[in-house]
């Protein structure tokens, strides 16, 4: 390969050499600028490098403060390092990708300098070799680099990850298919953790030993394990911060035992890894996982390793996707999936509801939009878009149908079995439209495409990936369904607010935090987890024949505005990572203080300390989740609650307290015992609200009476199977749990409820697949018998 320093005068000095940056195979007769643009300058190589060199502190500074647009609002800018199996638009199978691609550039605007570390899966062509090469695990490793507004974006080179996917998304990022991994996926991660962690003192513009690390989900969670055990231990890194962020706990990187040796970590962080669970497989390619493929419980125990444990006993602070989310994956084996005891052990976890991509998914600039709309005129935008995307699907042109819109992967999680199972009751409501998109399961994907024809005129299926019926959909359809067994924050439910659409959700995770009952959305409560159930079918039928009545009434116009004039970017989202990674900073770890000064400086900075720690937690305290953000039109608001209506005014109103309406599925689960509410911080209006637009509905029958919904705790997702090996009988009922505890049995154990949504804990144990399709866990024998489909759940690797 051809490089920058074979095409330009080599420098002189060792130090210089090795900041050499390599192109990838550009040929050109002029020097090569490199990232030229975010610096405002045009300079060779070589003097850029130079220029960010990590001799001196100002150096780096510069490097951030030069970047257009950025406006500082930290007094103590810090040096962050995400680490991520995936970095969108780069690399994506789900969740964890959007967020280590549009959190850093908010956390580079808000003044702190941001690096994300990530496989090199292709041949981007906007990454630059740096032509450092280091031995990582006795393997030669290159990095690759670019900034990209601001953020610097590293990829780990390595035949490991390039040769075994080389351009290939989705699942294939772990393994040839779902549910059959990568036999040494143990050994890639691994590899890639170490050299994430070499890297930053490596190359000539990372942060240095003193930073903070952000591991995400299992791939990366060696590396707070690292940090602790083994460059700590030696005086490496002393100052050093690792935060292990959690997108999906279903995914915990279960392997057998033997998995270990080939990891090259030193025996004594062994006892961190100990697990076992009922489940006598681990999909790989040698034993893939099927459709239907059923986990049987064999009333024994297996046992193995699981990375994510390790990584919440070794993080030095603990984050997760949405706040309900925190509270029901610390709550229970079912929520946790046998984990919870371990997140519980470290003081609990935090949870900060994800943003989404405003540039992307922006309805004022969406190329596939015949006419663009913002919150001014979002009636006429939307009409016009419901319009052609009737005309597009063939299905009738009518502006007082109300439409309803599925996006997504077709399988049991996402709960298109139950729209499926719902569509003859619900298209009988009169003028009902449904429109699903996605790929998935063969057997989804068949029945999907067979409505437009069993449904003519009232129904289209569309089978394939096509981002533009996906935003025609998103702005077009007057209700986005959104009917997920369990979410950890969600996406699909933001972009459709953020277009004016309203959406119908299942009362699970953080749809709870981002959908308003009745103010920018409708809830069908919480969905049966172990099967398809015809109670589950019924009870979306009844939320969107609700849906559909208020569409015909003013009500719905004002549940539009209300959705489109949410903030739902990046930057509420930010301050408040932006307080937590400062309190940690400043002395606050999962669940203590440090009370010594910052970072053990001494006691003499202690004071200084304490008034950082006081501003970082006021800082993140400002932020709240979207339920709980006043929106206009909004009656007040009531934290989390989903089914509180307005009291009557005037006389009639007098001495009357708020009329709670019945839940819907309340015959599914007895109440749960009520806990605390997420705090709500007010916050003093800056500007008024700008003024909604006029609109003259139809005249309609009055509005119905809200029904709210009932969130009944979501059991876990199934195990896997293989045939035993080394096992022990399993005691009173559970898996056998290694040290850390895990196993705990599931019996009587109730969650936490948000307050005005009801909460259930099923006696069964938790059970799930790793997010590269390794084992799952579940107390065994005493476990329900899951059906088969749902069974099936684990083999999705997508976070949410």
């Known amino acids: 390969m051809q490089t920058i320093g074979n095409r330009i005068t080599a420098p002189s000095r060792q130090a210089d050499q090795r900041m050499a940056v390599a192109s990838t195979g550009r040929l050109s007769v002029r020097p090569i600028v490199v990232n030229a643009s975010a610096f405002g300058v045009r300079k060779a190589a070589n003097q850029l490098l130079r220029e960010l060199r990590r001799t001196r502190p100002a150096t780096r500074k510069v490097s951030c403060a030069a970047v257009p647009g950025v406006q500082s609002t930290t007094a103590t800018p810090l040096d962050i390092v995400f680490v991520a199996a995936e970095v969108a638009p780069w690399s994506k199978t789900g969740g964890l990708g959007d ?21 090199r899966y292709d041949q981007y062509a906007d990454a630059w070799d740096t032509s450092v090469v280091i031995d990582v695990m006795g393997e030669k490793v290159r990095f690759f680099h670019s900034i990209k507004e601001g953020v610097h974006r590293v990829w780990v080179d390595h035949p490991w990850f390039l040769a075994k996917v080389w351009g290939k998304t989705g699942s294939k990022l772990y393994g040839p298919r ?4 990568f036999l040494d996926n143990n ?3 691994s590899l890639f953790c170490k050299a994430a962690i070499e890297a930053v003192r490596a190359l000539p513009f990372g942060p240095g030993e003193e930073c903070i690390f952000v591991a995400n989900d299992w791939h990366s969670s060696l590396v707070p394990v690292m940090l602790k055990e083994v460059y700590q231990a030696s005086g490496q890194f002393s100052r050093a911060k690792s935060v292990l962020a959690i997108h999906n706990i279903a995914f915990q990187g279960r392997m057998w035992e033997d998995a270990f040796a080939d990891m090259q970590m030193p025996p004594s962080a062994f006892d961190k890894f100990q697990f076992s669970d009922g489940y006598p497989k681990v999909y790989t390619e040698a034993t893939p996982m099927e459709e239907e493929d059923l986990a049987p419980l064999t009333g024994r125990t297996y046992r193995k390793i699981n990375w994510l444990k390790a990584g919440i006993l070794s993080a030095d602070k603990l984050i997760t996707v949405s706040p309900n989310y925190a509270a029901e994956i610390s709550a229970d084996p079912a929520g946790g999936v046998e984990l919870d005891d371990v997140i519980r052990s470290r003081g609990g976890i935090e949870g900060i509801v994800n943003g989404m991509d405003i540039e992307e998914w922006n309805p004022k600039t969406d190329k596939y939009l015949a006419l663009p709309y913002d919150q001014n005129t979002v009636y006429a935008g939307k009409a016009a878009a419901k319009e052609a995307l009737q005309a597009e699907l063939g299905l009738p042109v009518d502006p007082t149908a109300p439409l309803f819109a599925f996006i997504g992967r077709l399988e049991e999680q996402k709960g298109v079995d139950i729209i499926l199972a719902a569509l003859p009751k619900l298209l009988a409501v009169p003028k009902v439209q449904v429109a699903i998109l996605g790929t998935g399961k063969a057997a989804y994907e068949k029945m999907v495409n067979a409505i437009g024809l069993k449904y003519s005129g009232k129904a289209m299926g569309v089978v394939k990936f096509s981002a533009p019926l996906a935003h025609m959909l998103t702005a077009g359809a007057d209700f986005m369904l959104v009917p997920s067994r369990f979410e950890p924050c969600g996406l699909i439910q933001l972009h459709a607010m953020h277009y004016g659409t309203v959406p119908v959700v299942a009362s699970t995770g953080g749809l709870v935090d981002t959908v308003k009952e009745g103010v920018t959305g409708f809830h069908m409560g919480a969905l049966n987890t ?3 159930d015809e109670a589950d079918a019924e009870a979306l039928v009844a939320t969107c024949r609700r849906a559909a009545e208020v569409f015909a009434t003013p009500k719905y116009a004002d549940m539009v505005y209300n959705c489109i004039s949410q903030d739902l970017s990046w930057a509420r989202p930010a301050q408040k990572w932006e ?8 002395g606050v770890s999962n669940g203590a203080s440090v009370a010594s000064g910052v970072n053990g400086a001494g006691a003499s900075a202690g004071a200084g300390a304490s008034d950082a720690i006081a501003a970082a937690t006021a800082k993140k305290t400002e932020v709240r989740v979207p339920v709980q953000e006043k ?8 934290a989390r609650s989903s089914n509180v209506r307005r009291a009557e005014t005037g006389a009639a109103a007098a001495g009357a307290a708020p009329v709670t309406a019945p839940p819907m599925g309340a015959w599914r689960a007895p109440a749960a015992p009520a806990v605390t509410p997420y705090t709500a911080v007010t916050t003093p209006t800056t500007a008024p609200p700008t003024p909604k637009p006029a609109v003259t509905p139809a005249a309609a029958p009055a509005a119905p009476t809200a029904v709210p919904a009932t969130a009944i705790r979501p059991a876990a997702r199934p195990a896997v199977a293989r045939p035993a090996e080394t096992a022990a009988p399993a005691t009173n009922g559970a898996s056998a749990a290694a040290a850390g505890g895990n196993g705990v049995s599931a019996d009587g154990v109730k969650p936490p409820a948000a307050a005005g949504v009801a909460a259930a804990a099923k006696p069964a144990a938790a059970a799930s697949e790793n997010g590269t399709g390794d084992g799952a866990a579940a107390t065994a024998p005493s476990v329900p018998q899951v059906s088969s489909s749902v069974r099936s759940l684990a083999s999705s690797r997508k976070a949410a």
């Open 187 to 189: 050994r890639r991660f």
């Open 631 to 638: 929106i206009p039109g909004d009656f007040p608001a009531v």
């Open 178 to 181: 779902s549910g059959a991994d």
């Open 579 to 586: 307080g937590v990674l400062e309190e940690l900073w400043h």
């Open 530 to 532: 172990e099967r398809l």
């Open 99 to 119: 967020v280590t691609g549009g959190l850093p550039i908010e956390l580079v605007k808000r003044g702190h300098r941001v690096m994300t570390i990530a496989p």
